[in-house]
């Protein structure tokens, strides 16, 4: 038990996450509504938006490519809602408090506005890119959409690269290996990003995707080609998964303007 205490009380030992539940003392909110208000980037929002789920702070539904996030409304642990009261009693006058939610109410964010439509490739479109795809879907906070496709696909998604997605609470659900060339074809979406994660992939001749989109090479090792026992190969995957989020967490900070700028 003390360990759960331990996690709410840390998640509560933090300004920004203090001022993202007194907002939501309002009703439930998009990632949008609390970027614009906070002045963070999406990732970091999400960042603290999963701390707070995982203390059973806070619920979070997803309605389209938007997450909405509300006060939780049920115990979810023992501790959660009396730490929602000691919050919801107080504070009430700060000045920044104050200051939020009148940011908030005169916000004209919209939540509708085209996210930045990323496709990520390597060669047999299994495990980094796969990888890479679920991270930029959960780190983007609506602003990213991601794909991943491959120059000479595998055919499946390597079963570890599943494994490892798993362990971090990330939906493999239609998840496969796909050509490159499907985002080349007409009624494809318009991508604005493509990112290469292996270096064969970076030095092949790729498709003429539509919109002409900008390209950047992220260089990661390839997970698939670590030879050993199965938690050896396990291991590999989760150090790749790791360098892979640690980058992607980089990208979605990025200004989406400028993003969208690179390939005028």
């Known amino acids: 038990m003390i360990e759960t205490f331990e996690i709410v009380?840390?998640?509560v030992a933090d300004r920004s996450r203090v001022r993202i539940l007194k907002l939501l003392e309002g009703g439930e909110l998009c990632v949008c509504h609390l970027t614009s208000v906070l002045g963070l980037a999406p990732a970091t929002v999400s960042k603290h938006?999963?701390?707070l789920t995982a203390a059973g702070l806070v619920q979070r539904r997803r309605a389209g490519k938007w997450v909405y996030t509300r006060r939780a409304e049920r115990d979810l642990?023992?501790?959660?809602r009396p730490f929602l009261a000691l919050i919801g009693?107080?504070?009430?006058?700060?000045?920044?408090?104050?200051q939020d939610r009148r940011q908030l109410a005169s916000s004209?964010?919209?939540?509708?506005?085209?996210?930045?439509?990323v496709l990520v490739v390597c060669t047999g479109n299994s495990a980094r890119s796969v990888m890479a795809e679920c991270l930029i879907n959960a780190h983007g906070g609506g602003h990213w959409k991601a794909y991943s496709a491959g120059s000479h696909p595998a055919g499946a998604v390597n079963p570890l690269t599943l494994a490892v997605l798993a362990e971090h609470?990330?939906?493999t659900q239609g998840l496969r290996s796909k050509s490159w060339d499907e985002f080349a074809a007409p009624g494809a979406p318009q991508m604005d990003l493509v990112i290469t994660v292996c270096d064969n992939a970076a030095g092949e001749v790729c498709p003429v995707w539509p919109g002409h989109p900008s390209k950047i090479h992220l260089g990661f090792p390839d997970p698939?080609?670590?030879?050993?026992?199965q938690e050896e190969r396990l291991a590999a995957f989760r150090d790749v998964f790791a360098e892979i989020e640690a980058e992607i967490h980089r990208l979605v900070e990025m200004d989406?303007?400028?993003v969208r700028d690179l390939r005028r």
């Open 49 to 51: 938006l999963s701390l």
């Open 9 to 11: 009380a840390k998640a």
């Open 89 to 98: 009693d107080h504070l009430k006058d700060d000045p920044m408090i104050e």
């Open 256 to 258: 989406i303007d400028h």
């Open 77 to 80: 642990n023992p501790y959660a």
């Open 224 to 229: 698939a080609a670590v030879q050993g026992s």
């Open 169 to 171: 609470g990330h939906s």
């Open 108 to 117: 004209a964010v919209r939540c509708d506005a085209a996210p930045v439509n």
